[in-house]
């Protein structure tokens, strides 16, 4: 997951991140924002720019894992009926009975086919690469890619809820650090009338 990593610029790293989940830094729950903005050396521009910057980042990284999740979701179904197709094809095994299926030959135009009694199936593993398999190759094989889709799948959904919490936390982060600052404008402004009456 290297690909979706924020990198962590100058000596915010080690003030911002409470927490990382697989190359994603987390996001400090700040509870007073002048400790936080001393404690960083940062007036307020500074620190809001960054956590404007860490919230695009945030972002970025939430478009690639939503991508990568789609890519699952849709290949977690192709294996199920990969694996029901096999199961069929070794049920018909020695029956003597023909299997008729209808194929996809291309988008939208399909074919009828007559599968007679074999022992094998051949299996897309993608490059433009296909291996005959026999029947419990097959299905030990595409178990093993389910199982893997699946997990992929769960930690995937967990990044992503972990990545919304961050992004939460940073969206309130940039509102109390906002309105923080202008209450100091207005407490300063206050004192100026104060003083020019």
Not at 115 to 131: E, F, H, R
Request: with cysteine.
């Amino acid at each position: 997951m290297a690909s979706t990593s924020i990198e962590t610029t100058s000596s915010f790293s080690s003030q911002t991140t409470a927490t990382e989940r697989r190359g994603i830094p987390g996001a400090q729950f700040v509870e007073d924002v002048q400790t936080y903005l001393s404690q960083l050396g940062l007036d307020v521009n500074s620190a809001l720019a960054f956590l404007q910057e860490r919230l695009q980042q945030y972002k970025l990284v939430e478009m690639k894992l939503l991508a990568q999740q789609r890519d699952l979701q849709a290949k977690i179904p192709d294996i199920e009926k990969c694996l029901d197709v096999v199961a069929t094809l070794q049920a018909k095994k020695g029956t003597g009975e023909d299997l008729v299926a209808d194929f996809e030959v291309s988008e939208g135009i399909y074919s009828r086919a007559r599968i007679q009694d074999t022992d094998s199936v051949c299996l897309w593993l993608g490059a433009n690469v296909m291996l005959e398999y026999s029947y419990e190759e097959a299905t030990s094989l595409l178990q093993k890619n389910l199982d893997n889709a699946k997990a992929s799948l769960e930690v995937l959904i967990a990044d992503l809820q972990f990545l919304r919490d961050q992004v939460t936390i940073t969206q309130v982060t940039i509102a109390r650090v906002y309105n923080w600052d202008v209450h100091q404008r207005r407490v300063r402004q206050a004192t100026t009338v104060a003083k020019d009456s």
